[in-house]
């Protein structure tokens, strides 16, 4: 990692704890604090369960894009690399991929270059399938818009959605066009070498070809996990003394889900900023907002900590080494 983002990087952290504690200074801790006491100890352990529930299907979703490839992983090895993975992305900032690198070395059958870019493109692919699942809930969202009377926003969030879709089936089918993309929305760093770039999408483009109804599966089951943390989300909101009408709780929603494509680590800032934007916006009380961001807040380090402590052999005996070899091969 250069100097320069290693500056960057603390930088980021430190803006996004100033807004963390502006916006808390600015609402009143006690006041959230408070709110927070409206959860009893068995609503957090539904909540997370909730989030054990979602955990497990993302498990299923990977047995079933990669089944015809007959990935026999023990379900302690696929656990360990999920949760380094969310770990890892949780740290690094989005455009980086540290935890998809890091799965991918988890989860692939041997040593052979072959195994790496079959396992990647397989865990691009799953990627892929949350992508498309996210994309049709934003145009669900968009139709709904449309016919509750909010048919500027509804179009616009409908019309992106398809043309979204449009221009991933076209990336697929012309690498070039996609590298172009990833390239003009500062992913840069992860299309350094463009001919394995090109590798990966033909490797994908094969196992969509032949393998289509694992990838449809693996859509719908993207699709009802985002419908679980959805539920997950708006059940907060109620422990938390909010009844929230489900327009409103949609724009929630989609503003949490953007806030974690803001390149810091964790969101750290965004992610409290944006829930305080949206709660202000539809009228809601700012500190029923920043304590439902406590609380994704806490099951989020939970899952970290644990994907940290579970990881951290795999990282000194094994992924290190490695790296450290291939610095010694290409100097």
């Known amino acids: 990692m250069k100097f320069k983002t290693i500056i960057l990087f603390f930088i980021s952290i430190f803006l996004g704890i100033i807004l963390v504690v502006w916006l808390f200074t600015k609402v009143g801790i006690e006041k959230v604090v408070k709110t927070l006491t409206f959860i009893s100890w068995w609503q957090f352990l539904i909540i997370f369960f909730i989030s054990v529930i979602n955990f497990a299907l993302?498990?299923?979703?990977?047995?079933?894009?990669?089944?015809?490839?007959?990935?026999?992983?023990?379900?302690?090895?696929?656990?360990?690399?999920?949760?380094?993975?969310?770990?890892?992305?949780?740290?690094?900032?989005i455009m980086y991929i540290g935890g998809e690198g890091l799965k991918t070395f988890l989860l692939k059958d041997d040593e052979e270059k072959k195994s790496f870019t079959r396992t990647f493109s397989l865990i691009i692919l799953d990627k892929l399938a949350d992508g498309y699942a996210l994309l049709i809930f934003f145009i669900l969202g968009g139709v709904m818009s449309f016919f509750s009377g909010y048919f500027f926003?509804?179009?616009?969030?409908?019309?992106?959605?398809?043309?979204?879709?449009?221009?991933?089936?076209?990336?697929?089918?012309?690498?070039?066009?996609?590298?172009?993309?990833?390239?003009?929305?500062?992913?840069?760093?992860?299309?350094?070498?463009?001919?394995?770039?090109?590798?990966?999408?033909?490797?994908?483009?094969?196992?969509?070809?032949?393998?289509?109804?694992?990838?449809?599966?693996?859509?719908?089951?993207?699709?009802?996990?985002?419908?679980?943390?959805?539920?997950?989300?708006?059940?907060?909101?109620?422990?938390?003394?909010?009844?929230?009408?489900i327009f409103k709780f949609y724009f929630i929603k989609v503003t949490i889900i953007l806030s974690g494509f803001i390149p810091t680590p964790g969101s750290i800032g965004g992610f409290e900023g944006a829930i305080a934007f949206i709660f202000s916006l539809l009228a809601l009380p700012l500190h029923t907002g920043l304590a439902l961001a406590i609380i994704i807040r806490v099951i989020q380090i939970i899952f970290v900590s644990f994907g940290i402590l579970s990881v951290l052999p795999y990282l000194t005996t094994k992924i290190y080494p490695i790296i450290s070899n291939n610095k010694r091969n290409n100097s």
């Not at 047995?63 to 690094?92: D, M, N, V, W």
């Not at 066009?177 to 003009?184: H, P």
């Open 58 to 93: 993302y498990l299923k979703k990977w047995k079933i894009i990669s089944a015809p490839y007959f990935h026999k992983t023990s379900l302690k090895k696929l656990i360990i690399a999920f949760l380094g993975e969310q770990a890892i992305s949780f740290i690094t900032p």
């Open 153 to 245: 926003f509804g179009l616009i969030l409908t019309f992106v959605s398809i043309i979204i879709i449009f221009l991933l089936i076209l990336g697929l089918k012309i690498p070039e066009f996609l590298i172009s993309i990833l390239k003009f929305f500062g992913f840069k760093k992860v299309v350094k070498d463009e001919e394995k770039i090109k590798e990966e999408i033909y490797v994908i483009k094969d196992i969509l070809n032949f393998h289509k109804k694992n990838f449809n599966l693996d859509v719908l089951v993207s699709f009802l996990a985002l419908i679980i943390r959805s539920f997950q989300t708006y059940l907060i909101i109620f422990f938390l003394g909010e009844v929230v009408p």
